[in-house]
Structures are given as structure tokens and as C-alpha cells.
């Protein structure tokens, strides 16, 4: 009778087997492969990303270099317009110093050519301003005042009148009573005497121009300093004559002279 063995009886794995057997069937961690994988993937984005930044420096840098290239031409060409200017500013200033030179050249041609009129003009200035005696035809007037009428006592303003009628018609030389007028001349009111240079004078008056008599008397009697006497001739009986003649002499005004001035 065969006997039937039983099978034998297995022992539970020791657990230091079922450590080894893990280690050989698991020998990467899971968790470091995908982390290993990422890896990667990151160190070839990165090199992209090397490549990229690499790229973009060096365009700027191309690009700055091709500005600072344009920024020295501007330069250059600034300066050359500057160079320009500067040297077209003195080309002027040469011409215009020449044309300075011409015009002094022609001053001194024109002084010179009137210092043969410098005695005439001498003369000249001697009547009109009064300083020198004269002598030459002309008219004299002569005031007479009416004593019985206020307004036919002569004031100032009547003799200022008459002087610049005489003045406005051609005279070239007056003197009332004696006394030459100049262009400092003043003739004012002291109470109830009229005064030349503050010296008074006493009816009648006696005007005298120098000047052609013709043309002196019909300018004068047309304009305002005969209206004025006739008005008042007419009004307030001041009586007036004008007479011609042929040679009337005035002395140099002898007013107030100044020979020396200064300033404080």
C-alpha cells in the first residue's frame, strides 16, 4: 500500500529575502525617474533659453553700435555746419569792415569839401543865433498903446506875437527896443512892465527885423502877427505903423551869456 506523501511544508520567505527580491525588482525609485526625466527636460529648456538670451545680446549690441555710428556722423555733421557758419560769419564781418572803411573815405571827402564853406557858415550862425552884430534892409514896426483902454495896455504875449510873425514871414535878425532877440531870448511880465532878458522896456515899442521888405511886410501883415495887431487895433485902439528900410543895423544880444557850465 503506497502511502501518499504529504508535500512538505513550505517555510515563510525570511524577511531579509523579500528586502532583496524588492530591490532587484525596484531598483529605480519611481519617483526619481520622473524626476530624472524632468530634469532633462528643464536642462534643454535652459539651453534655449541660453541660446536666446545670447542671441538678443548680441543683436543689441549691433544695434548700439550701428546708433553710435549714426550719433558721430550727426556729430561730425553738426560741426561741419558750425565750421561753416563761423567762417561765413567772418567773410561778413570783412565786408562790412570795408564798407565801413568807404563810408568814413567819404565823410572825410565831404568835411573836407565844405571847409571852403566854413566862413559863410560861420556868418551864418553869427545872425540867426544872435551872438554877432548885423546890419541889412528890413521893416520897423512901431506900438503905440491906449491908455484909456485896459486892454490897450500892451502885455508880453502881444510882443511875443509880433516877434514870431516877423519870425514866421522871413525875418532873419529882430530886436525890440534896441535889445537883439536870440533863440535864449525871454520875454516876460514884471508887474505892470514888459521885459527882454529881464530888462524892461516902455512904450512905444519899436520893432525892427532885417529881412527883404517886400516880401517881409506882405507875409507879415497876411499872417498872424498882423491879424493880431489888427485886432487889437480895432478893438482896443492900439495904434501900429511899418515902415521899410534900407539899412537897419542890430547889435549882438546882449543877454545872459554863458561861458562857463557844470554839473553837480
Known amino acids: 500500500m503506497s502511502t501518499t506523501q504529504a508535500p512538505p511544508k513550505r517555510r515563510p520567505p525570511d524577511a531579509s529575502m523579500e528586502l532583496l527580491t524588492a530591490i532587484q525588482r525596484d531598483t529605480i525609485d519611481p519617483e526619481y525617474g520622473s524626476h530624472y526625466g524632468e530634469d532633462r527636460h528643464d536642462r534643454r ?31 561730425a555733421s553738426e560741426r561741419a555746419d558750425l565750421i561753416a557758419q563761423v567762417n561765413q560769419a567772418e567773410l561778413r564781418n570783412k565786408e562790412l569792415r570795408s564798407e565801413a572803411d568807404e563810408l568814413a573815405e567819404q565823410v572825410q571827402e565831404l568835411e573836407e569839401a565844405q ?27 512901431t506900438i503905440t498903446e491906449n491908455p484909456l483902454d485896459d486892454a490897450g495896455i500892451l502885455i508880453d504875449q502881444d510882443i511875443r506875437q509880433v516877434v514870431n510873425g516877423l519870425w514866421l514871414a ?92 557844470g554839473v553837480r
Open 45 to 75: 529648456r535652459h539651453r534655449w533659453l541660453a541660446v536666446l538670451v545670447s542671441f538678443l545680446a548680441g543683436l543689441m549690441f549691433v544695434t548700439s553700435s550701428m546708433g553710435a555710428g549714426r550719433g558721430n556722423d550727426n556729430v
Open 115 to 141: 571847409l571852403g564853406r566854413q566862413v559863410d557858415l560861420d556868418k551864418s550862425s553869427l545872425v540867426w543865433s544872435g551872438m554877432g552884430a548885423v546890419t541889412g534892409p528890413g521893416l520897423a514896426l
Open 170 to 261: 522871413g525875418a532873419e535878425a529882430v530886436s525890440v527896443n534896441g535889445y537883439r532877440l536870440s533863440s535864449r531870448t525871454a520875454i516876460r511880465q514884471a508887474g505892470s512892465a514888459i521885459t527882454v532878458d529881464y530888462r524892461s522896456l516902455t512904450a512905444p515899442y519899436r520893432i525892427e527885423a532885417i529881412g527883404d521888405p517886400d516880401s517881409l511886410a506882405s507875409r507879415f501883415e497876411s499872417g498872424p502877427g498882423g491879424a493880431w495887431l489888427n485886432f487889437l487895433k480895432r478893438n482896443h485902439g492900439v495904434g501900429w505903423t511899418m515902415e521899410s528900410r534900407g539899412a537897419l543895423e542890430l547889435d549882438a544880444d546882449g543877454g545872459l551869456g554863458v561861458d562857463k557850465a
